[in-house]
């Protein structure tokens, strides 16, 4: 069995929100530029729809979305304003700069990559990243480079429930799509902890099994410890593009994926996850390690022409890779050493021709819930706290008269 040590650049997925453009461009706008830019706020523009689940703005005379992951992978994507592809892309010089431990100001440059259809960087190996906000973007299709500030870019950290991750406003979103129908989004904050948010109003848009459009409404879930929408008495959803919609107040944070798959039954008494156009159980007998692989539509993956390698437990940045069997039509390795896939953390790295992919599994779902049940009644007793002393300096106040 051969094992491999890779660095875990392995491209996720993520949302999306909208930011205002607050910087310049270095020099004036030629005179084609100004033109093309009066005609184009001169018609109504169509909606700008994230594909890669990150953070989205106009830049003059196109859209720019950017997903940041936490291992350092950097993703963008750009389009113009009437919503075409944007011409020779592999022309154009795409330069994302963001914060890691060592710099205020750290500089990945993008490239094309014609396989994905989107822009690919990857932050320096020794760099470890804080934060994706404030991100600077900037853009050089023709002259002058343009450039824009995002102030909300939330780093997006690996899956740990085996789902797709997302951006949405400064919020980090896992959305667990199953086969059954449920889905279950789970919100983190700026500090990459999953957050305890039942006054947070959620929504989805996600393709049914009859190809329409489903809109679905994510109650909070306090068992779950996420935003669920519950199945109904078939399965109604189908792999495809899913978008998110969460409510504070008054302002609302939207995102989206181009594509998501749907998370299957273990139906090998296995655990399940996702990692881009795949899900994946993983069956343990010993120190040996079976993966059933299905494609985005559900069917098994029986080509045996993906790599795919799997890190166990503490053994993070340590991967294994599994080999094709085509007799028992699952790809098959051996660990180092008996390892429980039932309670320790799973990360899974699938590449096919158009790249890699990441997905992931904590150490136990219902450790993770028992920590946001742990949070939510420590708020609440703060809470109730504050509220008592206002209370009580009211009483106090009162009594003493004028």
């Not at 139906?267 to 007998?285: D, I, K």
Request: charged share 20%.
């Amino acid at each position: 069995m051969q094992k491999t040590t890779i660095a875990c650049v392995a491209l996720g997925l993520t949302l999306t929100a909208c930011s205002k453009s607050d910087q310049s461009p270095s020099g004036p706008p030629s005179a084609a530029k100004v033109s093309s830019a009066a005609a184009a706020a001169s018609k109504p523009l169509p909606p700008f729809v994230p594909t890669i689940g990150g953070t989205s703005t106009g830049i003059y005379l196109h859209f720019v979305e950017v997903a940041i992951h936490e291992h350092g992978a950097v993703e963008a994507r750009i389009q113009t304003l009437d919503g075409a592809p944007i011409g020779n892309p592999a022309k154009v010089k795409m330069l994302v700069t963001l914060r890691s431990k060592t710099s205020d100001r750290e500089r990945v440059e993008l490239a094309w990559e014609p396989s994905r259809q989107r822009f690919v960087g990857h932050a320096p190996a020794q760099a470890e990243l804080v934060a994706a906000a404030p991100l600077g973007v900037e853009v050089t299709t023709t002259g002058a480079p343009e450039r824009v500030k995002l102030e909300h870019a939330p780093l997006l950290r690996a899956p740990e429930f085996g789902g797709s991750v997302l951006a949405a406003g400064s919020f980090g979103v896992e959305v667990v799509a199953k086969s059954s129908g449920e889905v279950q989004a789970y919100v983190r904050g700026e500090d990459g902890a999953i957050l305890p948010l039942p006054t947070l109003i959620a929504r989805a848009t996600a393709r049914g099994v009859d190809g329409k459009t489903r809109e679905l409404s994510l109650p909070w879930d306090a068992k779950s410890g996420a935003f669920m929408h519950r199945a109904g008495a078939a399965p109604d959803l189908s792999s495809g593009p899913l978008q998110v919609r969460l409510g504070i107040g008054d302002s609302t944070y939207t995102g989206g994926l181009g594509a998501v798959s749907l998370l299957p039954d273990a139906s090998h008494g296995g655990r399940v996850l996702t990692a881009g156009a795949y899900s994946l159980e993983l069956v343990q007998n010993g120190a040996a390690v079976n993966a059933y692989v299905n494609d985005a539509s559900g069917k098994p993956n029986v080509g045996g022409d993906l790599d795919l390698w799997l890190a166990i437990g503490s053994e993070a940045g340590t991967f294994t890779r599994l080999a094709w069997d085509a007799r028992k039509q699952t790809y098959n390795g051996k660990l180092a050493r008996k390892l429980d896939l039932a309670t320790l953390p799973i990360r899974a790295l699938v590449r096919d021709s158009h790249g890699v992919e990441i997905g992931g599994l904590a150490r136990a779902p219902a450790a993770i819930v028992a920590q946001l049940h742990a949070r939510a009644q420590a708020d609440n007793a703060k809470n109730d706290a504050a509220d008592a002393g206002a209370h009580t300096a009211q009483l106090t106040t009162s009594s003493s008269g004028p």
